[in-house]
């Protein structure tokens, strides 16, 4: 059964840089794509980019294009996204999910909080 | 970008009750909609994929139908454990999610 474990919280200041990470166990991590998911405080969810482990290959929403990059290490399975130049408006809970045109597999979430 | 609409925002309901959530995409997506569900504090859960089919574990209260921009979700029968929020998203083109359906006891 596969499972995604992501990093603890954190807190930066703004025009920092936040790097997140999201874990798998069980089955085989290179075979599928992991997106990345956030949630501002009471609002909807708002997919930001993906990657898939086996190619190296990732992609982004246009909004994040140039502040988000997101890589993968397929010797421990690990996924990683960095939003560089945080605002306090990037406060949020950060997801990954296995992406199988679907997002069936969600990690537990990681609480970036951006303040001075 | 593909823009998600739900509606409503947010429903009361009541144990027992029939449920129907509507999302409807700004241009045609196939059969390329999901469904998830939402309660405070966690992670989305997979609900419906592919516009119709049930996610493993899920149980078969929920249905979903519809194809190419107008779909809908539908509870049979509420239980308590079905109060939450609810998310549509469009996988046909660069990812987007609905604003969300609030699902509250009455």
């Known amino acids: 059964q596969v499972q995604l474990v992501q990093s603890g919280a954190e807190v930066k200041k703004p025009g920092s840089s936040v790097k997140v990470s999201c874990k798998a166990s069980?089955?085989?991590?290179?075979?599928?794509?992991i997106s990345w998911v956030r949630q501002a405080p009471g609002q909807g969810l708002e997919w930001m980019g993906r990657?898939?482990?086996?190619?190296?290959?990732?992609n982004y929403a246009q909004k994040f294009q140039g502040r988000v990059t997101i890589t993968a290490d397929k010797s421990t399975s690990t996924a990683y996204m960095e939003l560089s130049s945080l605002r306090s408006e990037d406060t949020a809970v950060y997801y990954c999910?296995?992406?199988?045109?679907?997002?069936?597999?969600w990690g537990q979430g990681t609480m970036v909080t951006v303040s001075s | 970008d593909i823009q998600m609409t739900q509606s409503p925002s947010s429903l009361s309901a009541s144990v027992g009750d029939r449920v129907t959530i509507t999302c409807r995409a700004s241009?045609?997506?196939?059969?390329?909609l999901n469904w998830y569900q939402q309660k405070p504090g966690k992670a989305p859960k997979l609900l419906i994929y592919?516009?119709?089919s049930l996610q493993s574990g899920v149980p078969s209260r929920f249905s979903g139908s519809g194809s190419g921009t107008d779909f809908t979700l539908t509870i049979s029968s509420l239980q308590p454990e079905d109060f939450a929020t609810y998310y549509c998203?469009?996988?046909?083109?660069?990812?987007?999610f609905g604003q969300g359906t609030r699902l509250e006891i009455k």
């Open positions: 999910a296995r992406d199988q045109d679907a997002f069936d597999i």
């Open positions: 069980g089955g085989t991590f290179s075979s599928y794509t």
């Open positions: 990657i898939i482990p086996i190619l190296g290959i990732a």
């Open positions: 241009q045609s997506i196939s059969s390329y």
């Open positions: 592919a516009a119709s």
């Open positions: 998203q469009q996988s046909y083109s660069t990812i987007t």
